[in-house]
C-alpha cells in the first residue's frame, strides 16, 4: 500500500525560500519506472503540477516556474523535498505530492496523493 | 495558465448522464501520451478515477468511463449519484513543455 505525507511550514512571508518534505512508503524510488511529483491548488483554483523526480534521478519542472523550483531525492530516508525561491503571496496554495505510475521518465499518471499541506505566504 | 481547457461547470439530475470535455493540443493529448482523470471532493486530494485514456483503478464505479479522440478527451458519469459531486480535473504529458499538464477543472453538480 502506497502512502505520501506532505510537510513544512504553514507559513511562509515574502522572498523566503520554501522546503517542503514528502514522505513515503509502499514503493522505493530506486525501482525502475518509479517517481514522485509535487502539485498545488491555490484556494478555489485548479490543479498545477509543478516538478517530477524519477527513479533514474532525472527532473522534471513547470516551464513558468522552473528558475524557482528544486527538487531532491533521499532513497535512504523514502524522501522526496521541493524547494521554490522567492515566495509570494500568490504561491499561497494547498501542495500535494504524489506517485507518479509510469514505465519511462515521461508521461504516467499521480495515482496516490498525500493530503497535501496548506502554505499561506503573508508579511 | 492550464493548457487543457474543460468547461466550467456541468450538472445533471440523479440517473442522468453527464459527460466533461477536455481539449489540449497535438503536444498533450494529440500525442501518444495517455490522459488521466481526477475526482476531488470539497476539501480533498484528488482520486485517480480514469487511467490510460479509458480504464478505471480498482474499486472506481464502472459508472465512469473515458475517451480519447484527437486532441480531445472525454470523462462520462452515467447513473449520476449524489456523491459524484465534485470537481473533475483531466491530465496528460507536454511533449512540448516536458512536463504534466492539467486541466482548468469541471464541477459536476447533483441537481
Known amino acids: ?123 | 495558465q492550464s493548457v487543457l481547457t474543460q468547461p466550467p461547470s456541468v450538472s445533471g439530475a440523479p440517473g442522468q448522464r453527464v459527460t466533461i470535455s477536455c481539449t489540449g493540443s497535438s503536444s498533450n493529448i494529440g500525442t501518444v501520451y495517455d490522459v488521466h482523470w481526477y475526482q476531488q471532493l470539497p476539501g480533498a486530494a484528488p482520486k485517480y478515477v480514469i487511467s490510460g485514456n479509458t480504464n478505471r483503478p480498482s474499486g472506481v464505479p464502472d459508472r465512469f468511463s473515458g475517451s480519447k479522440s484527437g486532441t480531445s478527451a472525454s470523462l462520462a458519469i452515467t447513473g449520476l449519484q449524489a456523491e459524484d459531486e465534485a470537481d473533475y480535473y483531466c491530465q496528460c504529458y507536454d511533449t512540448s513543455l516536458s512536463g504534466y499538464v492539467f486541466g482548468t477543472g469541471t464541477k459536476v453538480t447533483v441537481l
Not at chain 1, 518534505?21 to 511529483?37: D, H, P
Not at chain 1, 522552473?66 to 533521499?74: E, M, P, V, W
Request: charged share 15%; aromatic share 8%.
Open chain 1, 1 to 123: 500500500q502506497i502512502t505520501l505525507k506532505e510537510s513544512g511550514p504553514t507559513l511562509v512571508k515574502p522572498t523566503q525560500t520554501l522546503t517542503l518534505t514528502c514522505s513515503f512508503s509502499g514503493f522505493s524510488l530506486t525501482t525502475s519506472g518509479a517517481g514522485v511529483g509535487w502539485i498545488r491548488q491555490p484556494p478555489g483554483k485548479a490543479l498545477e503540477w509543478l516538478a517530477v523526480i524519477y527513479w533514474d534521478d532525472i527532473k522534471r519542472y513547470s516551464a513558468s516556474l522552473k528558475s524557482r523550483l528544486t527538487i531532491t531525492k533521499d532513497t535512504s530516508k523514502n524522501q522526496v523535498v521541493l524547494t521554490l525561491t522567492n515566495m509570494d503571496p500568490v504561491d499561497t496554495a494547498t501542495y500535494f505530492c504524489a506517485h507518479r505510475l509510469g514505465a519511462s521518465s515521461t508521461g504516467g499518471a499521480f495515482d496516490v496523493w498525500g493530503l497535501g499541506t496548506l502554505v499561506a505566504v503573508s508579511s
